[in-house]
């Protein structure tokens, strides 16, 4: 069934239905349109997945949503357009561009966190691109996964961009097909998965991955500020965020205030008894719930610790004082659980989180700008946000992605478009001038060699800025001495110095 | 631990102490390199001559040539590129400091190919260190000499530790794939393409492919077909074919097909003389297995010029094939050698459909004086990269990237794609800890109207239309005089 599909995924682009720039923009319109009559369902389907809260739901995942397609309307025709190069002395009479290009049939396969977010953000990149999709929602959103089916299909061309369910077996049964770019959003095992998969026909992949993204708040830090913008990271989706801030570095004199801080502002976000708060959101699934509660397993809460199995609930915890060995610092959390480690400086900081895997993200707490550099400098990650968490998130001239195991390649706003693109060099030469390619046709000889070198080296190969200035300015220089007549002007001592220009 | 191993350990070491990280050491590592071109000018063009056949001239003009003007171009642009890169802010974020930083990804691995030994492997080398990575080099066991030479040499000019040179056959190169490596670079073949993606899938290492393929060259018959001709012949028998961009067949219209056979005789004579065997400039095979390959690949086709060889040397005369068919060996698989076949079409459309059933190549070529005809077949043909009415040279271009797509690559190279390449590009946000009342629309408890506010914020361009913006603007100027009015008194 999964073979069918590609195959008239794959029939449908060869026919070339999915290159004109109208038809993308239609397409994308139509998403749009989607997102917003069907906001209720969609919602709904996310209550029931995970407990998003309404407001969460649109805030979280369709805004997004929303600007990325706005963004791909407006600018489709300008990233779809050659792209002049700059050019050189060989290249001077020639149109020298790189051309994006359409790379074919793409496999989307969705994540569970964020369902509609990470899955139809891709799909509004690879339909701009002017490629057909084969779409994977994840299984373990199973309620989105089957509104997404029903709905997708009314709206967009469904030979194009067919939705297709299922687990693991229909997932490696879509891996053996041939795609020519696989985009994936999930956790590092099934990557590796996926990129072997890949490999067999030398398809290029993006991995969406993750990772332990730490946070480090520096002593001299505004906490109240601090703890409010880090609580609302760690605990929003029931901190099953990719680029939630899973743990903290500090500093043993700040732990308590970081707690007291944590706790205000738990207060202020969810009320006395979050598993009330309609704001709050549970965990997925069964398995996940015993994995992340696991990880509790041996260590007091200093905050929650409170849990319901029944409703997949775990109140917002956080644990004091983690040894770096604990199960709890050993894989991504993805769940209400913040420890926080503590180290003695910065130094101890930057060692630790350098001597661990690359996160997807990187947080840093601090008002001192050299604090900030050397965190920067000295580390490395995905990306990172200053003084908050997850915002870069939101910018879509930023790149989003991972690096090491937190992934490879990236997306957002062109962006996507770039990664689901062939970039094409293009030279377009004239049969003309065909004296300028004497010296490299052979016999060859030191003359010829050199008068090749001579062509390739000169200074003049590239029309850099500098030779612009030096022009603009010579050429200012000059103006005293031609005046506007072209003559030189006589202006006394100096007229003989003109007189030796000229 | 194995040789390989303690390799990779040891770069993995030095890149860890940070050294290959300033701007100071990148330079006078490029400018090192810079220097062992020229220094060592002799003994790389005697190991290109045992291994390749190729002239002293020859060897500069397509190896080392270019391998200067990147190093020259990286230096002089290193710190521009180096350089945190601002990008668009929106409206939540127009008080913040935005960029993309690139850095260094780490111990990067470096594959060579034989055909090129010296471009295809210190090509890459020039983006590892100008992006501040380690990196291993692997130059290909099939150019023995060269291999030495690059082994021997190359650690008295650049930092052993940091850039080391690891020879080997297959077992070799096996074992370094098992390490874990930041970025594996391969040229070569599709095959063992695959084989560098699965060891790199183990790793999560991102990966830079060039490989290869049946690079079509189309004739129009509107050109002007001495100067085409003359073209396609430099790209073709340059390094006796073994060129992963070279013209591998030519499609043209049955009319032209003569003239288009008497033009590339005259042009190879012009190049080769009578008896290319005797010519220093024409390349030889490089080992006796391609050579066997290569022959039979003639075996269903009809000679039309050239044809014969000395196994004893791994001599093949520049040899084109007339009336191809698409079934014959000589279509089957990428030829990298010095045989050219020509397949007749009925017109450009005929010759788009049968592109586009093979592979997509790593090069396509038009021969045509018509625009249009060009655009068309660009439109409706894919390709790593597209020359219209010359061969080869669009590798020299550094201001466009250089790579496969599908069957013949993934990821691309030379210029500031090189460093691109090889760098993590790091998205970056400095926010400050103040304005925290902004924040308050993402926070819980969520109301109806912290949302309205967040759409509107996020949604950067509510398309206001231009009644709109006039509308804002005269709301704008009539708070602004109300404001000044007030301050005035």
């Not at chain 1, 029903?150 to 077996?169: F, I, K, M, N």
């Amino acid at each position: 069934m999964e073979m069918q599909v590609v195959q008239r995924a794959r029939e449908n682009f060869l026919a070339g239905r999915s290159r004109p720039l109208e038809f993308r923009v239609q397409q994308l319109k139509s998403l749009q349109r989607m997102i917003t009559d069907r906001q209720g369902e969609i919602a709904t389907a996310l209550k029931q997945d995970i407990n998003r809260s309404q407001y969460d739901t649109p805030l979280l995942e369709l805004i997004g949503l929303e600007n990325e397609i706005s963004l791909a309307v407006s600018k489709l025709a300008q990233w779809a357009a050659p792209r002049p190069v700059e050019k050189s002395l060989l290249t001077i009479s020639d149109q020298v561009y790189i051309q994006p290009e359409p790379l074919g049939v793409v496999l989307i396969i969705g994540a569970w966190n964020y369902p509609w977010a990470l899955t139809l953000q891709p799909l509004v990149g690879a339909i701009a691109a002017g490629n057909a999709a084969v779409v994977k929602p994840s299984e373990l959103s199973e309620y989105s996964a089957s509104l997404l089916k029903a709905l997708l299909p009314r709206y967009l061309d469904q030979e194009l961009y067919p939705v297709v369910c299922g687990g693991v077996s229909e997932t490696q049964e879509l891996l053996r097909q041939r795609f020519d770019h696989i985009f994936y959003t999930g956790n590092s095992t099934v990557g590796k998965l996926v990129m072997e998969a890949a490999a067999r026909h030398l398809t290029p992949v993006t991995l969406e991955l993750g990772g332990k993204s730490p946070c480090y708040i520096d002593k001299d830090v505004d906490l109240r500020v601090a703890c409010r913008r880090i609580t609302w990271g760690k605990f929003v989706n029931c901190g099953q965020t990719c680029i939630a801030p899973d743990y903290i570095l500090c500093e043993p004199s700040i732990q308590n205030r970081v707690v007291e801080g944590i706790r205000q502002t738990l207060l202020e976000f969810y009320g006395p008894d979050p598993k009330s708060s309609p704001d709050y959101g549970r965990i997925i699934n069964q398995r996940h719930f015993n994995r992340v509660m696991a990880l509790l397993d041996g260590y007091t809460a200093a905050l929650g610790g409170q849990s319901d199995s029944s409703q997949r609930y775990i109140a917002p915890t956080v644990v004091k004082d983690v040894p770096p060995h604990a199960r709890l610092m050993q894989e991504e959390i993805f769940g209400p659980l913040l420890p926080i480690v503590t180290v003695s400086d910065i130094d101890d900081a930057i060692h630790f989180i350098s001597e661990r895997e690359k996160p997807l993200a990187i947080y840093v707490f601090s008002s001192n700008k050299k604090v900030i550099k050397r965190m920067l400098a000295e580390t490395t990650s995905g990306g990172v946000t200053v003084n908050d968490v997850m915002m870069h998130y939101t910018l879509n001239s930023l790149p989003f992605g991972g690096v090491g195991q937190s992934g490879t390649g990236r997306y957002h706003g062109k962006h996507t478009f770039d990664q689901f693109s062939h970039h094409r060099a293009c030279l377009v030469k004239s049969l003309s001038m065909e004296r300028v390619n004497m010296p490299r046709y052979p016999p060859q000889n030191h003359q010829k060699a050199r008068r090749v070198r001579l062509a390739m080296r000169t200074p003049l190969v590239d029309f850099s800025k500098g030779t612009y200035i030096w022009a603009v300015t010579a050429s200012i220089v000059n103006l005293p001495y031609r005046g506007f007549s072209g003559k030189p002007e006589n202006l006394g001592k100096e007229s003989r110095h003109s007189e030796l220009l000229y | 631990m194995s040789r390989e191993q303690k390799a990779v350990e040891r770069a993995r070491k030095a890149f860890l102490t940070g050294r290959s990280k300033p701007l100071e050491h990148r330079i006078r590592q490029l400018k090192n390199l810079q220097r062992f071109l020229l220094e060592r000018e002799k003994e790389i063009a005697e190991a290109i001559k045992k291994d390749l056949n190729k002239s002293e001239a020859g060897t500069q003009l397509y190896e080392t040539l270019g391998l200067e003007g990147e190093i020259v171009l990286a230096v002089k642009k290193l710190a521009e590129w180096v350089a945190p890169r601002p990008v668009e802010k929106n409206l939540l974020t127009i008080s913040d400091t935005v960029y993309i930083q690139p850095e260094p990804l780490g111990v990067v691995l470096i594959i060579g190919a034989w055909n090129y030994p010296w471009a295809v492997t210190i090509q890459p080398l020039i983006g590892a260190i100008a992006a501040g990575n380690a990196a291993v080099v692997k130059p290909s066991e099939v150019c023995v000499h060269t291999a030495k030479v690059m082994e021997d040499l190359l650690p008295a000019y650049i930092d052993k530790e940091l850039y080391p040179v690891v020879t080997g056959g297959v077992s070799e190169t096996q074992e370094l794939l098992r390490q874990r490596f930041d970025h594996v670079f391969y040229t070569g073949n599709s095959m063992v393409g695959k084989l560098v993606m699965e060891a790199a899938a183990k790793h999560l290492t991102p990966i830079t492919l060039e490989l290869g393929g049946k690079s079509p060259c189309y004739i129009d018959k509107n050109c002007d077909i001495p100067i085409a001709c003359r073209r396609v012949t430099w790209g073709k028998y340059s390094n006796c074919g073994q060129t992963c961009i070279a013209p591998d067949y030519i499609l043209c219209e049955p009319s032209i097909q003569d003239r288009v056979l008497e033009e590339i005789k005259k042009s190879i004579k012009a190049f080769y003389t009578e008896d290319p065997k005797t010519c220093p400039d024409y390349g030889r095979i490089i080992n006796q297995r391609h050579f066997k390959r290569i022959m039979a690949m003639t075996e269903d086709s009809t000679i039309a010029i050239g044809g014969d060889s000395d196994e004893s040397t791994c001599y093949i005369a520049p040899t084109v094939l007339k009336d191809v068919h698409v079934n014959s060996k000589v279509m089957q698989e990428e030829i990298f050698g010095p045989l050219l076949p020509i397949l007749t079409v009925s017109g450009v459309d005929e010759a788009i459909n049968f592109i586009n059933k093979g592979e997509k190549p790593l090069a396509l070529y038009i021969f045509s004086p018509d625009d249009k005809v060009i655009k068309k077949v660009i439109a409706e043909t894919s390709s790593g990269g597209v020359l219209a009415n010359d061969c080869l040279v669009h590798y020299s271009v550094s201001a466009l990237p250089f790579g496969g797509v599908g069957n013949s690559g993934m990821g691309s190279y030379h210029g500031k794609f090189s460093f691109d390449n090889l760098s993590h590009l790091r998205g970056c946000l400095i926010k400050q800890l103040k304005m925290e009342g902004v924040n308050d629309m993402r926070y819980p408890p969520h109301t109806a109207k912290k949302l309205f506010w967040a759409r509107f914020f996020i949604l950067k361009n509510p398309d206001l239309g231009w009644l709109g913006r006039m509308t804002l603007l005269a709301i704008i100027a009539v708070v602004a005089a109300v404001v000044l009015q007030r301050y005035l008194q």
